[in-house]
């Protein structure tokens, strides 16, 4: 077996028996990164020589028998949504595009405390406004197992990433189904945990109240062991939760006994694809046949939670994306001369002169155009944010700013938070009755690229089985359970009541003890 097809936690065990060093490590994925991602497109940015410098250390540390990390010489790919201390941090948009942030970001800082090799930052949608991953300023990732069709998003490359064996363990964001639908696409299995179990201090904001990190992994065994070391409560991040954090890696083996797993009804009609309908139907089948019992519950409010959750998401993002003005930080209009990226305390009066004084070389058209320093100022807000951010992202800003506009506020925004809270009672009282919920991940296969992008609302519908995690706040994980007829991964979706990771983390790993779709990998070509 070549070492890069090795699960995490399998890596971790060589690595600790001293089979292999960190060194050899690093050194495997860098050449499977080097020879496959000039098709895949999965990093914005390697980081080789500071990865193998760390691997170095990390090697010399245990020759040492010094005191090593949980994660001491494993590589790990990071969304390029978090911040890295003196590192590019874009979110795949041109307005971040030279943005090197003067610190890390809580999970970042933990990942390094636990001596992971950060071995590179993934491509991503804008700002994690996507699901296909077509929305990256710089290029669209594409899915590992068929390179003609999109890996899901917005955590799309760091879902590839993984999928392609370029990495044993990656994070993501996921503020409507942007870990579990890239998990589900790529055949790989992926968790968003519970709201508030782990820090989003240095996530760059999306929609505050429903963004959240989590691991992607080959296993359920393998995001077990990265969540150990991102979850647990930060004093600089005040949604975080002060709760403990259980040992997931050692307590994922214990069987869940008298498991009951809900089937929602509202999740089986119209719209879902024939293959996933029987790739989820055989899964329940498996569990069944694992002493699971299964009944049907119902989410009556979920046919709703689409529109509910393009409501609130825009408004939050409408306010989040405010800040990018092109004046404290981030991608400024031409009409200003200072280099992109500085800026930060120049005074407002004198972004008026430089306005002023030197003119975009494309002007406003006539009858917009004035001398007057203010407009100049306004001409030089309106140019960046028009300029610095894609099509979706002003898509989305559009819409939130409208819902949250006087005369529109309670007929939108403030009804979408009553439907929220129904949402959220439909699944505390389906837990009444059942342990997990099980159902799809997407209603298709990954699609082919371009066939969705003009189609905002088709592509907004391929969240349908997933924002209802994010609006309540609940855990959810996408699992492989089988493949279509073209041959395309099709994820399993479990989700949890609140805090219930372990939970999560032992039925996941229940079924991939009796199946072996976490195995399959892409063939992308002949190892050597």
């Known amino acids: 077996m070549h070492l890069t097809d090795h699960s995490a936690t399998d890596l971790l065990a060589l690595l600790n028996s001293g089979q292999v060093k960190a060194v050899e490590v690093c050194q495997a994925y860098l050449a499977r990164i080097e020879r496959r991602d000039r098709a895949v497109k999965a990093f914005l940015q390697v980081n080789a020589a500071a990865a193998l410098a760390r691997a170095e250390q990390i090697d010399r540390r245990r020759r040492e028998k010094q005191p090593l990390g949980p994660l001491a010489g494993l590589p790990v790919a990071l969304k390029d949504v978090l911040c890295t201390e003196g590192e590019l941090t874009t979110c795949g948009s041109r307005m971040l595009e030279s943005f090197r942030p003067p610190y890390d970001a809580t999970v970042v800082a933990r990942l390094k405390a636990a001596d992971a090799v950060l071995i590179g930052k993934t491509n991503m949608d804008e700002f994690a406004m996507g699901g296909s991953n077509e929305n990256s300023a710089f290029f669209p990732t594409h899915n590992p197992w068929d390179l003609d069709r999109v890996p899901g998003g917005s955590s799309g490359g760091s879902a590839a990433c993984v999928a392609a064996r370029m990495a044993p363990l990656a994070v993501g964001s996921d503020t409507g189904g942007s870990i579990r639908c890239p998990a589900g696409l790529c055949g790989i299995s992926g968790m968003k945990p519970t709201y508030g179990r782990v820090s989003r201090y240095g996530l760059v904001a999306f929609a505050s109240s429903l963004d959240q990190i989590g691991p992607f992994g080959q296993t359920a065994e393998d995001c077990a062991l990265l969540l150990e070391v991102l979850a647990g409560h930060d004093p600089k991040d005040s949604t975080s939760i002060d709760r403990p954090v259980p040992k997931y890696s050692q307590t994922i083996r214990q069987p869940l006994q008298g498991l009951r797993l809900g089937l929602v009804r509202e999740h089986f009609g119209d719209g879902l ?236 790993y229940m079924f991939q003890q009796a199946t072996d779709w976490h195995t399959k990998k892409p063939e992308l070509e002949e190892e050597n």
């Open 273 to 508: 694809d024939g293959d996933v309908e029987s790739s989820v139907r055989e899964a329940v089948r498996v569990y069944q046949s694992l002493g699971a019992t299964v009944r049907e519950v119902s989410l009556p409010h979920s046919n709703y939670a689409v529109a509910t959750y393009y409501i609130i998401a825009p408004c939050e993002a409408s306010s989040n994306l405010a800040r990018y003005d092109g004046v404290h930080y981030g991608y400024r209009s031409g009409i200003s001369p200072l280099p992109l990226g500085e800026g930060q305390g120049v005074r407002a009066t004198r972004i008026w002169t430089v306005a002023a004084n030197h003119p975009h070389p494309n002007p406003l058209p006539k009858g917009e155009e004035t001398d007057r320093a203010d407009n100049a100022l306004v001409q030089m807000y309106r140019r960046s944010r028009a300029e610095g951010f894609g099509a979706e992202v002003k898509r989305r800003i559009m819409l939130g700013t409208y819902a949250l506009s006087a005369g529109y506020y309670e007929a939108y925004y403030q009804k979408a938070l009553k439907v929220r809270r129904l949402i959220r009672q439909d699944f505390d009282r389906a837990f009444e009755e059942v342990d997990l919920i099980v159902g799809p991940v997407t209603p298709t296969p990954a699609f082919k690229l371009g066939e969705r992008i003009d189609d905002p609302l088709a592509m907004y519908l391929f969240d349908l089985y997933t924002v209802g995690a994010n609006l309540t706040g609940i855990p959810g994980m996408s699992i492989p359970c089988g493949f279509s007829a073209a041959g395309l991964p099709i994820g399993l979706h479990l989700q949890a009541p609140p805090f219930e990771e372990e939970r999560l983390l032992r039925g996941a």
